[in-house]
């Protein structure tokens, strides 16, 4: 208070102690807050120095968020086509088991003594062939019996012999048929005609089956070229002794063993679905499928009559049949495993993008995505649509089932191993982020942080400052009392 006058000492001590107290105060809050910038005016430089440092720090952490989560979106797609993977190979695995399988049904009939006609057939159809039958004949058509001739009544006929002797007129006609081609011959003058003029005219014909000569007898002869064909005479004029003679009747006999197991085996229209055999004299049929396949002409105790009222069942192969079951239902796996690898609302194996931001400012991301966007199903990878058990019949198909299901399996392979160069890029920025924010926390530090050890010996020295000053006060004090004592 003005009213109140202090000595110099006094004075001076109290100016030291409250010096002494200030700092006491500026070095209790640096030990209480760690810090020994704690707002601009301590040091306004190392203040927003450290404030630009901590608030980018800040930034990094809130992408370090991001990040962790696309590290976990990467590894639920990687869950989702690592568990694709094993599918596709036991898919693999299903394919070669019926491959491999050759448990095919088989049945053995009996070839009949007698009693078929040409009408007589094997027919085979339903299911392992398809709805159109496809029949062999049981029996073939020879004609072992001598090709037909005619020839004229008259004997010791030369080429010389003209036509008027065999009794023909000018004018007249005669006419050659093989039941297909028909020849003319017109005779113009009979008395200088002769019979190598009527033979030239006839085996000039070339599409004509019929050939004319003069035998050994001196006979007028017309002989069927082949033992397919009759022959038929007329026109106008005649010849004695020549007649129309009709071709030998056709002879069915039935097929041997072999000649049947070959015709079967080499049908292209059964399609490599039937294998027939020689079983000891009997025709052994094999059913290269998976459906049931019916034989028409074949009694109930197996034997052979060629009848179509007669039918024999031969089952198909249910182990290549179950199998289609197998695989059509791991091919579902397939579609449900990619509809389930999402996380946090995000799906990479149906084709979402996924788009992760390495720095504050923006301009460093990665955006992860499917070839071209698309979903990772069973379409998409090519493997077959749902399988039918027809698919299982032919060895050849199953091979081609199994190219297109190795494709699948690459492209899948392909796709976890760009994935995983994702994922190990967003963990390396992520550890670089978290490298990054500890760096900058660390110079933010730096400059707004107290030395809690040097804090702490200053604390000590100004604890000792004041009572040394408390006591240089107390000795002022004392002087200022010893006038007092003058004074009583």
Known sequence: MADISLSKAVRANLLSLKGTADMMATTQNRLATGNKVNSALDNPSNWFTAKGLTNRASDLGALIDSMANGIQTLEAADNGLSAMTKTLESMQSTLRQARQDKSFQTASYTLPASGLTNTSTLSFDAGAVGDTPVSINLTSQTNTATAVSTASTATGLTGATTLDTLG?????????????????YTITTAATEDLDDLIAGINGETDLDVTASIN??????????????????????SIAGLATQAAPAAIYVAKTLDELVSEINSNTSLDGKIRASNDNGKLRLENQSTQKLNVDGVTSAGVI?????????????????????????????????????????????????????????????????TKEGETINAFNLGVPTQLEEEKLDSDVTID????????????????????????????????????????????????????????AANLLALQTRQQLSQNSLSLASQADQSILQLLQ
């Open 168 to 184: 023909l007129a000018d004018g007249e006609t005669i006419t050659v048929s093989d039941g297909t081609e028909t020849h003319t």
């Open 305 to 369: 009559d060629g009848s179509t009222a007669d039918v024999s069942t031969i089952a198909g192969n249910s182990v290549r049949a179950g199998l289609t079951g197998q695989f059509n239902e791991l091919r579902d796996q397939l579609d449900k495993l990619s509809d389930d690898a999402s996380f946090n609302g995000i799906n990479l194996l149906r084709g979402d993008k996924l788009t992760i931001t390495f720095n504050e400012t923006g301009t460093s991301a990665i955006d992860i995505q």
């Open 400 to 455: 081609g089932l199994l190219t297109d299901v190795k494709a699948a399996l690459d492209e899948v392979r392909s796709q976890a191993s760009t994935f995983g160069s994702n994922l190990s890029i967003v963990q390396n920025r992520k550890s670089f982020t978290e490298a990054m924010i500890n760096t900058l926390e660390t110079g933010a530090g730096n400059l707004t942080l107290a030395d809690m050890n040097t804090e």
């Open 216 to 237: 050994a007898d001196g006979q007028f002869v017309l002989t069927a070229d082949n033992n397919e064909v009759g022959i038929t005479v007329g026109g106008t004029g």
